[in-house]
């Protein structure tokens, strides 16, 4: 007996053209080459131009999966964007999106659970296709950090970290008659706890503060309109909850880390990926990192890392990958997939 199961047509990414490196920033701030490598292992990372906006870096990589997976783009009956650097504070940036694709009327969704967004969002795409509802939904994780990061001495702890990108994947209705071999996504598993949300986060404005204080001069004084980050939470949390999901995968699925051909996880710090590896006991080979070429792009990131897989050849059509992320909220995720 065959049910319907949703499938990844295609991948496409957008890369924007300003590569700094990291001897780059030591133009605006106090930093080195040195401290960003051996902390993270990013080398580089690209910054979009001034006059593109999320939604823009969003239609490029739309465009590219669109193309790449061989469909009209009037068959997309739902458009999901992944992320925390909108185009604006209201309406979402998925209805930006949908404007500049040119496809009025198809509902359109913003998922904010940052690092962890993209894979929320095939997950929510993945119960739209199974219950019928729709039959290709586009799903995208799209980020401008360069523009909302303090890039001077007092904000380089964060700043260093991110880079601007987006990735998009068109996913579609297919009959799977085997789930655990036939291409499609087995299945995704997505947690987050919220006690955390202060340890990374932007303070303000928020509708949390009495009418006269939404933004004040004071406010901006202290920089409560850039991301605060307690890095060093982060990392533990990263650290444990990353396996956490990969585990909880591996059990729905009765599998084990030697049955997953390749991993492609968020990508936040070198460091966490290798300690992630480790203690699961998964080989460098099978582990896809992009974070030295792109730094950490948020909810592009794994789309990002499984199109720079596809290119590299190390992800293949039949291979099982294995994506899981942490980031803000505390928010974490694992998906499964036949590719
Ligand atoms: C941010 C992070 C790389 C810092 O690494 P760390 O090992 O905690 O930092 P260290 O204790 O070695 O270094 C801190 C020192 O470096 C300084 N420093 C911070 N950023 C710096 C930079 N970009 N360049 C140079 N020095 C820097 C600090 O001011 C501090 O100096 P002090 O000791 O004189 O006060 C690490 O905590 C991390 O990656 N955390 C997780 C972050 C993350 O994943 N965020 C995204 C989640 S999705």
């Known amino acids: 007996m065959s049910s319907t199961r949703s499938k990844i047509l295609s991948v496409g990414t957008y890369i924007p053209e300003n590569l700094w490196t990291n001897d780059d920033l030591k133009k605006l701030m106090d930093t080195s080459d040195e401290w960003i490598q051996q902390r993270t292992g990013i080398r580089q990372r690209y910054w979009a131009h001034e006059s593109q906006s999320t939604s823009d870096l969003a239609l490029s ?13 009037s068959k997309i009956d739902l458009v999901i964007l992944a992320t925390l650097s909108p185009d604006h504070e209201f309406p979402g940036t998925a209805c930006f999106l ?3 694709l040119g496809l009025p009327g198809i509902p359109a969704l913003d998922v904010r659970q940052q690092c962890t967004g993209f894979i929320y969002g095939v997950s929510i795409a993945d119960q739209f296709i199974r ?8 799903v995208v994780g799209a ?24 990735g998009a994947v068109v996913m ?16 995704t598993h997505l947690f987050a706890d919220g006690a955390f949300a202060k340890e990374l986060w932007i303070p303000a404005p928020g509708s949390s503060y009495p009418i006269a204080a939404r933004m004040t001069h004071e406010m901006i004084d202290q920089g409560l309109q850039w991301p605060q980050m307690n890095g060093k939470t982060v990392f533990v949390h990263a650290v444990k909850r990353m396996p956490e999901a990969v585990l909880t995968a591996l059990e729905a699925n009765r599998l084990q880390v030697s049955d997953i051909d390749l991993f492609v996880f968020h990508q936040a710090n070198l460091r966490i990926n290798e300690m992630v590896a480790k203690q699961l006991g998964i080989p460098a080979e099978k582990v896809f990192n992009t974070i030295d070429r792109f730094g950490n792009t948020t909810a592009a990131t794994i789309p990002i890392g499984l199109n720079e897989a596809v290119a590299a050849g ?6 099982l990958v294995m994506s899981a992320a942490f980031g803000s909220g505390f928010t974490w995720a694992s998906s499964l997939i036949r590719w």
Do not use: W
């Open 61 to 73: 990589a739309s465009e590219q999966a669109i193309e790449r997976a061989g469909i009209e783009k």
């Open 98 to 100: 949908q404007a500049k």
């Open 131 to 138: 219950t019928g509802m729709y039959k290709h939904v586009l």
């Open 143 to 166: 980020e401008i950090h360069s523009k909302g990061l303090n890039r001077t001495t007092a904000g380089r702890e964060v700043s260093v970290l991110f880079g601007d990108g987006a």
């Open 172 to 187: 579609a209705a297919v009959d799977v008659r085997d789930p655990a071999k036939d291409s499609c996504v087995i299945s």
């Open 314 to 319: 190390k992800l293949k059509k039949g291979m």
